[in-house]
């Protein structure tokens, strides 16, 4: 990974430095090794901050909404994964194509600290990725952990290793695609009873403290003002003021990015009570692909969404169960 | 539904009834002209079509104690506006299967396409829900209550 | 301060024998907001109308609720009443408590809870809702008519002779569509030109219609009584106005080897041509992929013989721009491709042909000048063997799933002309089922088979091949049961046919809705045939539909009848419930558009402030109340809430929701 973000590096002085882009939208260090945190780099100077390591799993694409608004061209990496999410906001011409550069960049699949701390090692110094383990050296040593045991969520069932927008690339190893099927786990939820899945949902959803973090970093979710925040919609709501609500405002959520999300898993990776929050949004994507056929938003920049489109022959709703009609 | 014991009153479902102006709302008007009796417990509300109803209409009934929720619209292909059911059906049919992954009775919501000219249909439509919904017994999963002990 | 009435009716007995209406007018007076209930016996009569009247002025009421009958009876009457008292009409709301309440309860009890229930949830919502005014938009006296076949040109015979300006838009270098190319017309047998021609030439005489032959649309701007379309008038390379139609070009020019579409290539025309000899306008065009000149430079005869001076090589293509109220849509159709139809030979033999082909054979006009000669020999076919539904009422993927409607008739038809001319033809028809329904249509099929002695086999063909010059026809025949082979000279397949593939374009450009197959929809299949759901959209001939000449022609003259009484109006009215952004809101992320069947919302660049002196220039979606037509699908689609819908907004609803539920 390491020749991966010296290749970057390159790249973003070399753009910089000629003006071609006025920024470079990427990751800075944090404070810790693992957690560096989304930038825009705006001079060659700025970029001795730069850094691409494995826990770099944000996903950039939202901040292009606010970034390619101001003036000069914007240069902006992007995983696999992100890059779908770039084209879906192009789609909803959020962004403008014109004024940013893609530059596609390898991802092997992010690392999620919590993960790694549950295998016992704190204090993480640096780690070291090699095919199917990971060579983690912290403070008070090193250890081979297993990748898979590891992964973010999200890259633990990585959709595509595939770039759906670029400019130019930056992939130095091949990217093998994942083995696991994203939508296990809520098959399982599917094969509960009824009152299993609601006490699954009550347990998880009672978490929430409604801090609207996986709303913010939601690229399907970005909205000017959100219809939460709108006293027209008669849903406005600044708080979980009962069970219901707690409910209501994932329910809403989730429907409002129905057809539209890409499956990033960004509103997993930085809830604070670890719900499980892509369950929601992959629940959607399994039906829409069982009753309308095949989708995955961000593939293409243009088209319709599964709801906003039709066909005459489409099944009713009161047959349908988990994506097909009964 | 263990709730509801022979002891207590019995058990009456309050029922919203989204109708589309142009079909299904006739279709209750001539249930009335037809003296096509359904129960009280069931309340229209007009909107021009089906596909004006949003997801957050429903769950705000149950949130104020609705036990059940039916969207009634014109037949697939007869839309007044053309489109305006086959956009509600998709969204209806995601919601509905939504709705049960949550674990949430899928029974206590419903759509159906009546006809201007069905006042039969819709009389029997209704009589055959409250029956659902009756035997589903109270609303508990979705309602809030904060505001029913405000009460 | 809100002051609402409320006036609960008691429709005689209807209401008040269920309802206790005195009880319920009795408890509406202590709801918040509420400052006067009454009830009456007939709120609906003119005394029942005076009291609501008289109560909106002498308690100064913002907003009142009828509990009456539905809606759907007497909303207008109480309306107007309100308007009648100063109060905006949108002010009120009525309670259905008739056929939702008293009609179809029986216990008195339940039905007056009912009731109180309903009264209260219009309440809520008259609460919420705001004075609206209906718009006006202007009328532009003027129609367009794309495409001048028998429909169109019907269309605007029509419009015009009600004094209405008409421009015809074709995009051939002369009107007549299909219609011109047929030979006879069932069942009546008369002869196409005869009785098409005579129209042409009505419409170039017509001081009301312009006819842009030649040319195509650009693009649409507008809405109902006020389109503003772009017309390409493309480069014909002869000047319309000096051409004379001598065609002394015609003779002269070398390049005589062009395929002539307008016999469905069964000959060869010039690269300068008139389509055919009754063209309107009577004017030469250069096929510019034939001619010498524009590809090499090198020729000039046709500019050196022409006496007028009308050649003109350098023409380019030109654009005008002209405003129309209404847009008739008459692009007609075209048979379908064969290519995926190899079963039947098309490609391979000359001697299989389609219908369309056939009819430009049996034409006076036609390449043989009438005479029925096969294409391979130019000999006089001896049997004859017809396929219907070629590509029609095909699930298989290859063809079409629907009827192509007028297929049985004309083979009907051929096969009688061909008996009639040649009687020592034999000809075979074979048919899944003959549909001839319309006026002396079963009749014509009838004569066909019992006066002209044509053999029909009911059953599907499913090989055509050549075997030593003849073409071996293997088909099934159900009736008899077995397999049958027909050694034939000529085979007539009767193509299906298909919406002429530039209505897409159109389609697009005008936000009209088009079906699966291509064609136009309908604004509804039974009530509203002829009207497009696009507003000032019109729909004649084939481009809705598979139809014949009669169907095409009434749909022709009905779409004319809409057209003209739009354009009698000098201006529309609007309904004022039509959805409205909060631009404040609006991401401008064309979800609303993409479920608006009507193509009411389009995205403007607004510029907004973002305080500090800083401003910011978005992509806001814009609604035009002209268009609109108030279902709603937009806002709900809308995620951030910011499209609502006046007179069904989400709060007015949420609060009737509330009403209702709360127990």
Known sequence: MKDVEMKMLERAKALLGSGEVARVIGWKKGEFYFDPVPASFESVEELSDFVYNGFCGANLSKYLIQMSKKEGKTAIFLKPCDSYSFNQLVKEHRIVRENIHVIAIECQGKLDIEKIKAQGVSAVTEVEEDGDTVKVSSLYGETTLNKEDILLVKCATCKSKTHQAKDEEIVLHEMPESKNNRFDEVEKLEAMTETERFAFWKLQLQKCIRCNACRNVCPACSCIKCVFDNPASGIAAKANDSEFEEKLFHIIRAFHVAGRCTDCGECSRVCPQNIPLHLLNRKFIKDIDGLYGEYQAGETAEG????????????EPNDVVDGEAK | MQEVTTEKKEFVPNIVAFCC???????????????????????????????????????????QGADGVILCGCHPGDCHYVTGNYYARRRMSLLFSFLN???????RTRVEWVSAAEGQRFSAVMNDFVKTVTALGENRKLTDLRVKEGE | MQRIGVFICWCGSNIAATVDVERVAEIMKSEPGVVYSANYQYMCSENGQQLIKQAIK??????????ACSPRMHEATFRKAAEAAGLNPYMVEIANIREHCSWIHKDMEEATEKAVVLVRTAIAKVKLNAPLTAGESPVVKRALVIGGGIAGIQAALDIADA??????VEKNATIGGRMAQLDKTFPTLDCSACILTPKMVDCAQHEKIDILSYSEIEDVKGFVGNFSVTIRKKARYVDETKCTGCKICMEKCPSKKGLNTFNMGLNTRPAIHIPF?????????IDPEQCIKLKTGKCGICQKFCGVGAIDYEQKDTFIERQYGAIVVATGFKPISLESFNEYGYDDNKDVITSLELERLMNAAGPTNGVLLRPSDGEHPKVITFIQCVGSRDTSGCGKPYCSKVCCMYTAKHAMLIREKY??????????DVRTPGKNYDEFFRRAVEQYGVDYIKGMVGKVYNENGKLMVQGSNLIDNEQVTIESDLVVLAAAIEPEPSVRKIATLLTASIDTNNFLTESHAKLRPVESPTAGVYLAGMCQGPKDIPETVSQASACAAKVIGLLVKDKLKTNPCVATPDEMMCNGCSQCANVCAYGAITYIDKEFRLGGGKTEVRRVASVNPAVCQGCGACTVTCPSG????????????????EAICKK
């Open chain 3, 642 to 657: 910011a499209m609502d819908l006046k007179g069904f907004s989400s709060k007015q609803i949420m609060s009737e929701v």
């Open chain 3, 277 to 285: 000899a009754q063209a309107i306008p009577n004017v030469a065009v």
């Open chain 3, 58 to 67: 002498e308690h100064n009421l913002t907003g009142i609720v009828v509990g």
């Open chain 2, 21 to 63: 102006n142009w079909c299904s709302y006739a279709g209750a008007d001539l249930a009335g002209s037809s003296r096509l009796s359904y129960p009280a417990n069931v309340k229209i509300i007009r909107v021009p079509c089906s596909c004006r109803v949003n997801p957050s209409f429903i769950l705000k009934a149950y949130q």
């Open chain 3, 163 to 168: 004094g209405f300006e008409v421009d015809i």
């Open chain 2, 101 to 107: 992954y949550m674990g949430i009775e899928k029974e």
């Open chain 3, 423 to 432: 009687p020592d033809t034999e000809v075979h028809v074979f048919y899944i």
């Open chain 1, 304 to 315: 319709k969404t599964p709801l906003t489109s039709y066909t005459e022959g489409d099944k």
